[in-house]
């Protein structure tokens, strides 16, 4: 217990602000049930420490760990109590009561399902080391030095010498990490895979969310959410150290922010409220903080809030929804900005530098590799033993979703979906590494990032075809 | 007249009712068997891994039928022949993807350690940690040999552990930090390179005498003609005290692991 209720402890730290932010942010709505607030607050929660780490580390040049745990207690204290003194501010409810029909214990049973998976990861987690690359390399090394050292400008930090790579990568995680080592004084790894784990959950659930709120009926929603309990275990890293969410990849927590930030715009083109926006443009910032594919994240939905705000505004004014996608990705850089000034700082590293490989001579090159790149990728995606069938379905939907587009219906989806994957593999076509190994170690890990949006895809699909809008 | 009834009547349980509910606790006796299998994972290892198939393919099977339950036939038989085509194959899709979750997921909670395991067989032993060389993928030392590292090297140390193995050392570094430090990964890739890209290391190291090991002894007649830029580089940092440790790592030859400690030339074999 000396591991796991500090971390639990550590949690409630997080989602405190978070759940004054959520309240903050949904002003309007009646209430806010369990299904909506719990994802929102977690999200929210990991960026304010997020943000508030990389403003000192931007201004004082380290980070005061004991003024970080006061501000987080200071944004709950203050949100809570100003929304809870002032009216238009939702309450905070449970989850949506289940339909009282038939299949009333087909749902109860379906969640009991979806708990036994939960507590099989967390034992997993809590049992199992660190033992990806990333974990041991990446985020958990560079948590344990902004524990230690409180700061990113250090030798430790920058210095190649130290067997530390990949020294100006984005560290949200490390950030959230670094928060609990620092307060147990020791590095708790057994808790930071509580914590990395928690990010799962938390992708169910806002899928359930999200598909409720397009209309899907519960038993559907939870239906539709099946094929996300194989994730943890779609990954190069999990297959092979059999440590799934545990080892240390941090592709599912990226996943969890990027899901968040697409479905909530999607959802706003269709809803229109402000909090939907402001959540995908927050989490788009945060996915710039979390991976450096978050950039890809925040670019895809820009193309895909142009092309909704020009092709069906709607009921709104085309100057309007047009201002509303301008500002949408530059709500998402200003959340990012402390944390990409801080960045700029750090030493590069070459290895990964794919704008500076972007000449004509690259490009050129690259073009001989797209075949082998539509290959391997696309033979790993249709092995349905490990994505199950949503990448074909997927594929075979694409057609007649092509007909929604010319409709101009339906399409948000596929106008983030589409480009995020064209950018990706425009970067393995240009990458400096070697392909083989470049495809064999991200092209898995890649495509769980996108897997809940395309099993969203799938299930939007069928629901805006058979449910009257 | 008649008599008043007490109580209120039981409303009529018809055969679909009857039938959803012998379902329903047929799942959850399916799950419980699961819950089961992950505690204690008695059919694999008493009956094999066939039986914990069949257990799964059982909850998919009896799932399905539940689910035809669900299904609003009402609606179907009202629908137009555009959404009976699109409920049908939804609800083929579903059922398919549903198998896959099942047997994919269950298969790998139920594969993978338990609690008991561990408990059984230590932390790092309950995970199987792939050391075989040359697949392309990023390898990592033996954790139990990691921690023996950590174990071994005094937390009170600055100085710097010149880490010479087959495998990565991300691992180590992440580790010891912040207690101990390892060397430049250019001085590894030096000596890397001077032996022409392999990791034998037969004939360089003796294993059963590690304080004898050329790798480290400044006089050692064999090194200038080996590795000179590495051996100047050893010796200098040897002289100011930044290498203070050597660890030989050999995924394929266990027994030729060893933690060497400079200062004093004690050895400590691992295997």
């Given at each position: ?11 409630a730290?997080l ?20 299904e909506?607030?719990?994802p929102?607050s ?25 003024g ?8 709950a ?7 809870s ?7 905070l ?35 199992f ?14 948590a344990?030095?902004?524990?230690h050292e ?10 190649p010498?130290?067997?530390h790579?990949?020294?100006?990568y984005?560290?949200l ?7 609990l ?31 409720r ?22 990954n ?17 927590q ?10 909530c715009f ?7 409220r ?14 710039v ?5 978050g ?35 530059v ?10 000034l ?5 030493p ?16 050129a ?14 033979a790993?995606?249709a ?5 199950n069938y ?11 979703a ?5 409709r ?11 480009p995020?994957?064209?950018a ?9 590494l ?5 495809l ?16 969203l ?6 629901l ?6 | ?23 329903d606790v ?40 539940r ?6 036939w ?15 194959a939804?609800g ?17 909670i139920?594969?993978e350690?338990?609690?008991?395991d561990?408990?059984?067989?230590g ?11 040359g ?5 990592y ?6 921690e023996r ?5 005094p ?10 193995g087959?495998?990565?050392p ?19 890739q ?41 051996q ?12 203070g ?20 030339h ?6």
């Amino acid at each position: 217990m000396g591991t796991i209720l500090p971390a639990m402890l550590y949690l409630a730290l997080l989602f405190l602000p978070g759940i004054a932010l959520a309240r903050l942010l949904c002003r309007g709505e009646q209430r806010l049930p369990a299904e909506w607030w719990l994802p929102l607050s977690f999200a929210l929660g990991l960026g304010v420490h997020a943000v508030a780490c990389s403003l000192c580390l931007l201004i004082l040049g380290a980070i005061p760990w004991i003024g970080i745990y006061l501000f987080h207690a200071t944004v709950a204290v203050a949100g809570l109590w100003y929304s809870s003194a002032r009216p238009g501010f939702p309450t905070l409810d449970g989850f949506t009561p289940l339909p009282a029909d038939a299949n009333r214990n087909l749902l109860r049973l379906l969640a009991l399902v979806g708990i036994v998976f939960f507590a099989t990861l967390y034992h997993n987690a809590i049992t199992f080391p660190f033992t990806g690359y990333d974990g041991q390399a990446i985020w958990s090394f560079k948590a344990a030095i902004l524990a230690h050292e409180g700061t990113v400008y250090t030798p430790t930090f920058v210095d190649p010498a130290r067997v530390h790579y990949h020294r100006n990568y984005p560290i949200l995680v490390p950030m959230v990490l670094a928060g609990l080592y620092r307060a147990q004084g020791a590095v708790n790894e057994p808790g930071a895979r509580v914590i990395l784990t928690t990010f799962f959950p938390m992708l169910v659930v806002a899928f359930f969310a999200v598909a409720r709120r397009l209309g899907a009926a519960p038993l559907v929603a939870a239906l539709a959410a099946v094929p996300l309990f194989s994730l943890p275990w779609r990954n190069d890293f999990g297959e092979r150290d059999g440590g799934v969410l545990g080892s240390g990849s941090i592709d599912l927590q990226f996943g969890f922010f990027a899901f968040l930030s697409v479905a909530c715009f999607m959802i706003y083109w269709r809803e229109g409220r402000r909090w939907q926006w402001w959540i995908g443009a927050i989490c788009g910032g945060l996915c710039v903080m979390t991976k450096s594919e978050g950039l890809l994240v925040v670019a895809a939905t820009a193309f895909a809030n142009f092309a909704q705000a020009i092709l069906a505004p709607g009921q709104y004014t085309r100057r309007a929804v047009l201002l509303r996608a301008v500002a949408a990705p530059v709500a998402a850089i200003a959340v990012a900005l402390p944390w990409l000034l801080v960045q700029s700082r750090l030493p590069n590293f070459y290895d990964e530098d794919y704008g500076g490989q972007l000449n004509a001579a690259t490009i050129a090159a690259g073009i001989e590799r797209l075949p082998v790149i539509l290959q391997v990728t696309g033979a790993d995606a249709a092995r349905v033993w490990k994505w199950n069938y949503i990448w074909v379905v997927f594929a075979a939907l694409m057609p007649f979703a092509a007909a929604g587009w010319l409709r101009r219906k339906d399409f948000f989806l596929d106008a983030c979906l589409l480009p995020w994957m064209a950018a990706c593999i425009f970067v393995y076509t240009i990458s400096p590494l070697n392909l083989a190994f470049h495809l064999s170690t991200s092209s898995a890990r890649l495509m769980s990032q996108m897997a809940p949006l395309v099993v969203l895809r799938i299930l939007a699909f069928f629901l805006e075809r058979l449910t009257p809008r | 007249m008649t008599e008043p009834v007490a109580g209120r009547e039981l409303a009529p349980i018809g055969k679909a009712r009857h039938a959803r509910l012998a379902l329903d606790v047929a799942i959850a006796v399916l799950l419980a068997a699961m819950v089961l299998s992950l505690l204690v994972r008695w059919p694999v290892y008493t009956l094999g891994f066939k039986l914990l198939r069949y257990q799964h393919e059982a909850l998919f099977a009896v799932l399905c039928a539940r689910l035809l339950f669900a299904v609003p036939w009402q609606r179907m038989a009202k629908a137009s022949w555009r959404e009976k085509v699109l409920l049908t194959a939804g609800g083929i899709l579903c059922l398919a993807m549903l198998r896959q979750a099942v047997l994919f997921s269950g298969w790998n909670i139920a594969t993978e350690r338990t609690l008991l395991d561990q408990m059984a067989f230590g932390r790092w032993e309950a995970m199987e940690v792939r050391a075989d060389v040359g697949d392309g993928h990023l390898l990592y030392p033996d954790p139990a040999f990691v921690e023996r590292v950590v174990a071994e090297v005094p937390a009170s140390t600055d100085s710097r552990i010149l880490y010479l193995g087959d495998q990565r050392p991300f691992i180590l570094a992440h580790q010891l930090y912040p207690r101990a430090l390892l060397a430049p990964p250019r001085l590894q890739q030096l000596l890397i390179d001077a032996m022409g890209g392999s990791w034998q290391w037969t004939g360089i190291v003796d294993p059963l005498k590690p304080e004898e090991s050329p790798l480290i002894l400044p006089s050692d007649p064999k090194l200038p003609a080996i590795v000179p830029e590495w051996q100047a580089e050893v010796r200098s940092l040897i002289a100011q005290k930044k290498i203070g440790w050597v660890i030989y790592y050999d995924s394929a030859w266990p027994d030729r692991r060893f933690i060497h400690r400079i200062d004093t030339h004690a050895a400590a074999p691992v295997e």
